[in-house]
């Protein structure tokens, strides 16, 4: 097909929401601020979220991301306390807020993402099925 320009409003909404948000990225990592991401994953493809979170590692800034992925429970940078986790309760729609750290004796050689998603961290949805 060739070489083509797109004008920003038909780029996708990764790419817009990427060229809004970096100014703000950037201003918490250099400043040393809080930047605070619910669903970080949202119209980002892997490469670019795993991109964000290792420039807040790098620099000054704090990134507090709520996000859906299990696959950011891979990143070998973030220790067990930085993992914290939701679950709702069904009975009166509460949540109970918990770290991984509060599992004792954790391995750090087991795949957190797949221990996860297996249910050994609680927090994951009940999916009901019809029958």
């Not at 990225?25 to 991401?37: F, M, R, V, W």
């Not at 704090?62 to 070998?76: C, G, K, R, V, W």
């Not at 009166?92 to 391995?107: M, Q």
């Amino acid at each position: 097909l060739g070489k083509f320009k797109l004008p920003f409003s038909a780029e996708s909404r990764g790419t817009q929401k990427f060229i809004f948000e970096f100014i703000n990225y950037s201003d918490a990592i250099q400043n040393g601020k809080l930047y605070i991401a619910d669903e970080l994953e949202a119209s980002y493809h892997p490469i670019i979220q795993d991109y964000i979170l290792k420039m807040f590692l790098k620099g000054n800034g704090q990134l507090l991301a709520i996000t859906h992925n299990p696959d950011f429970m891979e990143e070998d940078s973030l220790s067990n306390e930085q993992y914290w986790f939701v679950e709702k309760t069904r009975e009166d729609l509460s949540s109970n807020i918990y770290s991984l750290s509060d599992f004792p004796k954790l391995n750090r050689n087991i795949n957190y993402r797949n221990q996860y998603l297996n249910g050994r961290f609680g927090a994951t949805p009940e999916v009901i099925e019809n029958d």
